[in-house]
């Protein structure tokens, strides 16, 4: 059997050469998901394998289809990027192997989750009373903040959805801009409301909630205890950026008792810069909150937070209990704010991402890619291209050459040029009709001259395809 430590440090010596490799290497990871598979299709073998040969196997066969989305120049989805102390501290958290169902199991998990969660809420402007589960990413917050809207609104209308479930009860109405997250609607799906319980609110150009409409919407039906309702608001449109106005609309939701959600997987930092605190105005008015670590925050993936202004309300929908389970069905532990039992400790990177920034440094970071994101809207406006929304964080879509099929056409042949380019790595979205390219910057490692590198592999692609 290999020696323990030559194994860890092995593993983590590969990780920080893979991390120290991402400025050169090229975006898009070489192989493609068959050529891995096919290497690591080996036969299942009958017995055990020496450790050192299985990690070496591991790393060899995965190497060619790792992609550089840590580094500082992958604008695809809004990814983030590790930042070296939260880095290593999941490193321990997996070496320390703590299961964080609570702080019986596991103690320095829970104290760490604990410390964490009063900083994040501190940062993003939320109730220090609130509760906070630690969970997978922001999909998981909208759901356990769903559930605990689904709870208190049926508890108000003297229905016990725990113990009776969703049949016969009141149903509940979804109101949601037209442009909320996909996620919302696969946790409406997974509570039982179905997406036929949504009412669509108009939005603006920019996507964000027309509070005109969600006036106008909310008047349509009646709306009390009776006929509960709740809103999901969104801080943070993945294609632009936009952030609802959130003051008004929970100001409108609670004239007729409507529980507020608001998902703001990365947008909700924008609370944490005195420059850009503004957009999130009002997000203490709300009753739950999902945002995400891994994102803007730069932990390492999965890390999210599932806020509730009520954590008796977060604990009454999410809490179970087992007489084998110590500590539980007493004081609430980490696993009654989740939908999750076991898991890993969450909590130390956190900790170590928020100790490691400091307060100055997560605004720096919000700062600093929404500027970046500006830069790159000015460069890309100056050469001749179409920056189609207002980039107000660290959004930016880019059109090639108008409206249209052909126009669409070229600007997917573009995106695959920079991808296939290896410069820096875009993706692409439809939006209002329209095939667009996406830049999301939400790395603490790129810099101003990234930009400029990135921006350069695009006008290179749009030229190579005029040739
Ligand atoms: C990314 C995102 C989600 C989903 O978050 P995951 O971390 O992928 O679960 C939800 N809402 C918005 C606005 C997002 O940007």
Same mark, same amino acid.
């Given at each position: 059997m290999a020696d323990l430590h030559a194994l860890f440090e092995r593993a983590a010596h590969e990780a920080a050469d893979f991390r120290a490799s991402l400025h050169e290497r090229p975006v898009q990871a070489p192989a493609g998901q068959s050529v891995v598979r096919s290497r690591l299709a080996v036969p299942l073998p009958e017995g055990p394998r020496d450790a050192g040969e299985v990690v070496e196997q591991l790393i060899d066969a995965a190497q060619p289809g790792?992609?550089?989305?840590?580094?500082?120049?992958?604008?695809?989805?809004?990814i983030g990027g590790a930042l070296p102390a939260a880095s290593a501290a999941d490193i321990l958290a997996v070496g320390w192997d703590q299961c964080a169902f609570n702080g019986h199991l596991a103690p320095a998990a829970a104290a760490a989750e604990d410390v964490a969660g009063a900083w994040l809420k501190d940062l993003l402007g939320l109730p220090a009373s609130a509760g906070v589960g630690f969970v997978t990413g922001a999909q998981a917050a909208n759901t356990v903040g769903l559930a605990a809207a689904r709870h208190h609104l049926l508890r108000q209308a003297g229905w016990d959805v725990e113990r009776r479930g969703l049949a016969g009860a009141p149903q509940i109405r979804v109101l949601a801009g037209?442009?909320?997250?996909a996620t919302i609607d696969r946790s409406l799906r997974l509570l039982g409301l179905g997406s036929d319980a949504l009412a669509e609110v108009a939005v603006d150009a920019q996507g964000a909630i027309d509070t005109d409409d969600l006036r106008r919407v909310l008047s349509t039906e009646p709306t009390d205890e009776a006929h509960p309702s709740v809103l999901c608001l969104q801080a943070g449109n993945v294609n632009t950026g936009a952030v609802d106005d959130l003051r008004t609309a929970c100001t409108i939701a609670r004239e007729h008792g409507t529980w507020v959600h608001v998902d703001g997987a990365f947008g909700l930092w924008a609370a944490a810069s005195a420059a850009r605190r503004h957009l999130v105005d &009002?997000?203490?008015?709300?009753d739950s909150w999902g945002c995400d670590g891994h994102k803007w925050l730069n932990v390492p993936y999965d890390s999210g937070f599932a806020f509730c202004s009520r954590p008796d309300v977060q604990t009454a929908a999410m809490s179970y209990t087992a007489s084998?389970?110590?500590?539980?069905?007493?004081a609430p532990g980490a696993?009654?704010?989740?939908?999750?039992?076991?898991?890993?400790?969450? &909590?130390f990177a956190v900790w170590a991402a928020l100790q490691e920034l400091g307060r100055q440094g997560v605004a720096d970071l919000v700062d600093r890619c929404s500027d970046h994101a500006r830069r790159c809207a000015d460069a890309l406006t100056t050469a001749g291209l179409e920056v189609v929304n207002d980039v107000v964080l660290n959004q930016v879509l880019v059109g090639f050459g108008g409206e249209g099929s052909e126009a669409d056409r070229r600007t997917d042949a573009v995106i695959s040029l920079i991808q296939q380019d290896g410069t820096c790595w875009m993706g692409g979205t439809t939006w209002r009709g329209r095939r667009l390219m996406r830049i999301a910057v939400s790395n603490h490692l790129t810099t101003a001259a990234d930009i400029d590198l990135s921006v350069e592999a695009v006008l290179r692609a749009v030229r190579s395809l005029d040739d």
């Open positions: 790792l992609m550089s989305t840590p580094g500082p120049r992958y604008f695809g989805f809004v037209a442009e909320r997250h &009002g997000v203490e008015l709300a084998y389970l110590t500590g539980s069905g007493t696993a009654d704010y989740t939908a999750e039992s076991s898991r890993r400790a969450r &909590g």
